[in-house]
Each structure stands twice: as structure tokens, then as C-alpha cells.
């Protein structure tokens, strides 16, 4: 056994080489001063941290085998630049701009022949979906961080069944960690003998830990059928009713996109480039990308709507959600509402809000009473005082977990997806966002948001900031961990 001195020699040794490790990464000041924090105060465990959570080892090879996969699929399914885009995108120059450079890095375009529907009772989405997959001629593609087969979820695994026996195509692929109730039960072998392929996404353990980091989450939550039908939103495959309930934060409120048309094909890009990766691995040839559908469906429009879907996480390059959003709210010229379930903001998002009311613009913000985490809602909580000093409006919603992702800037453009307004889902999860430039789309948001509203309790400024002292002490503690939460 090594002495206390020479081990605390030993540590510090270590903990110099992995803080000249992140100031060579060149991470977010934030997010570098909080694991320089935990590497010297906790002697070994912070080290124990580093190596499990703190490096970004999606890997380089993911990142370029990724964008050719996806540049694959997108010249395949005809997913290209729309000449008359800037004719047609009912935004303002700023906005137009926004959509190029997401066109031009993810490399996903706005599309412009859809349809959408917004689904939120959890009961209607299921039905929805299987009856979709009912209806499904050729392919069912389902990508979800949750899936636990109990409840009305019981109907999809059974509906996927019958569709593969009938001979469609269909595949599942879920998070390792976030889909743990499905790998162990019954229904995985069930779905398999069916001819359903299931697949582990970013599989963890404490062997994958020594070389990969283990807390990268596939947070995407899609489904595309046929290449026609295709759904994108905040809700896992879950039963509210069952789902989490010992956590006492009532039952999980989510929205749906259905959606119809080319948007669609974007969609399979994102599920076959996530599939690949998890059924092949990273040596991909040109073997593996035919074994998905390959060929352009010749459907006709299916509306008028403008769409973009926009991916993020580690594979890509910077944090393009991040990006958009903070990029979004300094556009803004008359509003800007933003529902969430987990409010973590950086300092750009922080400074992109405040100045935004500055200039005059109304901002507000939905969050859940109570989440799932107290110490994500701790330092959550840390930003209210801030933010309500600026003049920004804080409502908790007091109905269940609200888990709707959406922000809605100005009257035209509304996004909903996967994504958090947090560190976590800005750089780490793989993330899923559909942007939405239609003042029809926006309207149905704002009724939505309207209808949170009824449900919630606003924050006065003066009464939070009389808030007893050993809580704000909480929160600027583990405001401090916010940048790795």
C-alpha cells in the first residue's frame, strides 16, 4: 500500500496531466473549471469521474464515417437544396440565414412539401403509431431513448411483431442505458424470434468504460415508416401511467409531431447513419449502407409546410442545436418562449436571453415544478434570480412532469425536439431537433403553450429572492457541477 504521502504526490501528478488534457481540448471555460475542480478536491474518485464521464471519445472516425453516411443516404433519397428557398421561407434574413448554415453543416435542407400533426395525450400517440405500423408496406424504423414494454407501450411491441412477420422491414434500435426495462425483458427475444431487429444504441458497461466514454446517451426520439410517416418529439416510448411514478412527480407530459411528406427522408438519413453504427460498427462499406433502403419513394406532396431537421450531439461538429437556439433568441425581434424540462443554461444562452429583453422583446420560460433530479433542479434554480431581475418570465407547471422540448421565436418559427436547454443535451446526447418556418405551425404551438399556462404557477421576483439562504447556497454549489450534470 502506497503512504498517504507519496499516494497524495501521486494525485496531484495525475491531476496536472489530465488538467493539461483540458486545456488542450479547448472546452467551455465552465465546463473545464468544473472538472479542474473535481480532479484536485477529490483525490482519486474526481480522477475515477474523468475517466468514465469526462472525455469526448465518440471518436474522430465516427464523426467523418458519419457525415459520409449521412451525405449517402441524403443523395439518395434526393434530400437537397431547395433553389427557390429563399423565395419561399416565410422568415426574416436573419432566420434564412440560420436555415443555410444548418443546411450547409449538418447538411440537412429545409423541405417544403409537408404535413404535420401535434399529438400530446400520450394515449393518442401510441394509437397513432400502431396504427401506422399496421398500415406499414415496406419499413418501420423506431429510434427511442426510453422503451419499457409495459402498458399501451405493450400494443407497439405487438404491432411491430405482426408487421414483421407480414414481411416488413422493421428495426428498433434504443438506448443501452436509457432502454434497460426492454433489454431485460421478455418482449427482446419476443421482437427477435418475430424478425424484428432490435439493436443496443452506445452500449455501457464497465469494460466499454476503459475505452469510450460511458455516459453518451442516444437521446433521439423518431420513428419513419414507409419512408412516408414519420414521427419527432419529446415522447419516449413509455406509458405515463407507469412510467417513474415512484419519483412522485406525476405523470410525464410530451408532444408528438406526426409528420408527412419529404421531411421524412431526412429522418431515414439520421436513423440509418445511427443504425449502421450500432449494428456495424465504425468500418462501414458500401455492403452495409444497401442493406437500408436506398431508393427515393415517389410520393407526392403532402402539404405546404416548411421544415428542417437538425441533428446534434458528439458525433457532429460544435454543438449546431446549441448554435441555432442562441443564435435564434439574438434574432428575435418581438418574442421569445421557451418550454423545458430541464433549464440549465449556459452563460451564452444566459446572455442571448437577458439581452434579448433588453431590447424588448418578451421572454418567458415553462418549466416543471418538480423533476426527476433535485440536483439538476437545484441548479436549474440557481438562474431564476437572474433571469427574473432581467425581466424575463419564469411559470412552473404544476400538472406533472412537463417534458415538451420547444422554443418559439417571433410568429414563424418553432422548434420541437429531444433537446434541453443544458450542457448535457448541447454536447453530449445525440439530440434531434425539427424546426418548424410556418406561422400555421407557430399557432398551434402558442395554443399549446397557452394550455401549459392554465396549468401553471408564475414566479414573483420579490418572493424568490426572499428564498431562505441555505437553499441559495444549494444552488451556487451545484450550479458549479451545472456544465457536467
Request: glycine fraction near 6%; charge should be negative.
Amino acid at each position: 500500500m502506497l503512504p498517504s504521502s507519496l499516494a497524495f504526490v501521486l494525485h496531484i501528478l495525475i491531476a496536472i496531466a489530465l488538467t493539461v488534457r483540458l486545456l488542450y481540448r479547448k472546452l467551455a471555460v465552465s465546463t473545464t473549471l468544473a472538472w479542474i475542480i473535481i480532479l484536485f478536491s477529490l483525490p482519486y474518485i474526481g480522477i475515477f469521474f474523468y475517466f468514465l464521464f469526462g472525455d469526448h471519445r465518440m471518436g474522430r472516425k465516427r464523426l467523418s464515417q458519419g457525415n459520409r453516411i449521412r451525405q449517402f443516404y441524403q443523395r439518395r433519397y434526393g434530400v437537397e437544396e431547395d433553389p427557390l428557398m429563399d423565395v419561399t421561407l416565410d422568415a426574416s434574413p436573419t432566420i434564412r440565414a440560420l436555415s443555410q448554415s444548418v443546411a450547409t453543416l449538418p447538411g440537412f435542407p429545409v423541405t417544403h412539401d409537408n404535413s404535420l400533426e401535434l399529438l400530446e395525450d400520450a394515449g393518442e400517440i401510441l394509437d397513432r403509431i400502431v396504427a401506422d405500423i399496421d398500415a406499414a408496406t415496406k419499413t418501420c424504423f423506431l429510434e427511442f431513448y426510453i422503451v419499457e414494454p409495459e402498458g399501451r407501450v405493450v400494443a407497439v411491441m405487438e404491432a411491430l411483431a405482426r408487421a414483421a412477420r407480414r414481411g416488413v422491414d422493421c428495426n428498433l434500435l434504443a438506448d443501452s442505458f436509457g432502454s434497460k426495462a426492454l433489454f431485460r425483458s421478455s418482449w427482446l427475444q419476443r421482437l427477435r424470434t418475430a424478425g424484428v431487429d432490435v439493436e443496443e444504441s452506445l452500449p455501457v458497461g464497465l469494460i466499454k468504460s476503459l475505452s469510450q466514454r460511458s455516459d453518451l446517451r442516444n437521446h433521439r426520439k423518431l420513428i419513419a415508416i414507409d419512408q412516408a410517416i414519420g414521427y419527432i418529439g419529446s415522447f419516449n416510448l413509455v406509458d405515463p401511467k407507469f412510467f417513474k411514478q415512484e419519483r412522485s412527480v406525476g405523470e410525464w407530459v410530451d408532444t408528438m409531431f406526426r409528420l408527412e411528406g419529404r421531411i421524412v427522408d431526412s429522418l431515414g438519413c439520421v436513423f440509418n447513419a445511427d443504425y449502421i453504427f450500432d449494428c456495424v460498427g465504425l468500418d462501414v462499406d458500401r455492403e452495409a449502407l444497401r442493406d437500408l433502403p436506398t431508393d427515393r419513394p415517389d410520393t407526392p406532396p403532402a402539404g405546404n409546410v416548411s421544415l428542417q431537421l437538425l441533428p446534434s450531439g458528439p458525433e457532429t461538429h460544435d454543438s449546431p442545436i446549441h448554435e441555432w437556439v442562441v443564435s435564434a433568441i439574438f434574432a428575435a425581434q418581438r418574442r421569445v418562449s421557451i418550454i423545458t424540462p430541464y433549464f440549465i443554461p449556459d452563460e451564452t444562452l444566459t446572455l442571448a436571453l437577458k439581452a434579448a429583453c433588453k431590447r424588448g422583446v418578451a421572454v418567458d420560460v415553462i418549466v416543471p415544478e418538480k423533476i426527476d433530479s433535485r440536483m439538476a433542479q437545484f441548479a436549474s434554480e440557481s438562474v431564476f434570480e437572474e433571469l427574473l431581475e432581467a425581466g424575463i418570465g419564469i411559470a412552473r407547471y404544476a400538472d406533472g412532469l412537463l417534458h415538451t422540448k420547444c422554443v418559439l421565436v417571433d410568429d414563424t418559427v418553432s422548434m420541437l425536439g429531444t433537446v434541453n436547454m443544458d450542457t448535457r443535451s448541447f454536447y453530449l446526447n445525440l439530440e434531434l431537433t425539427l424546426i418548424a418556418y410556418d406561422r400555421d405551425v407557430t399557432r398551434l404551438m402558442d395554443e399549446l403553450r397557452d394550455r401549459y399556462l392554465v396549468r401553471c404557477t408564475h414566479i414573483d421576483a420579490d418572493e424568490w429572492a426572499a428564498r431562505p439562504n441555505w437553499r441559495r447556497m444549494t444552488e451556487n454549489i451545484l450550479r458549479l457541477a451545472a456544465p457536467i450534470l
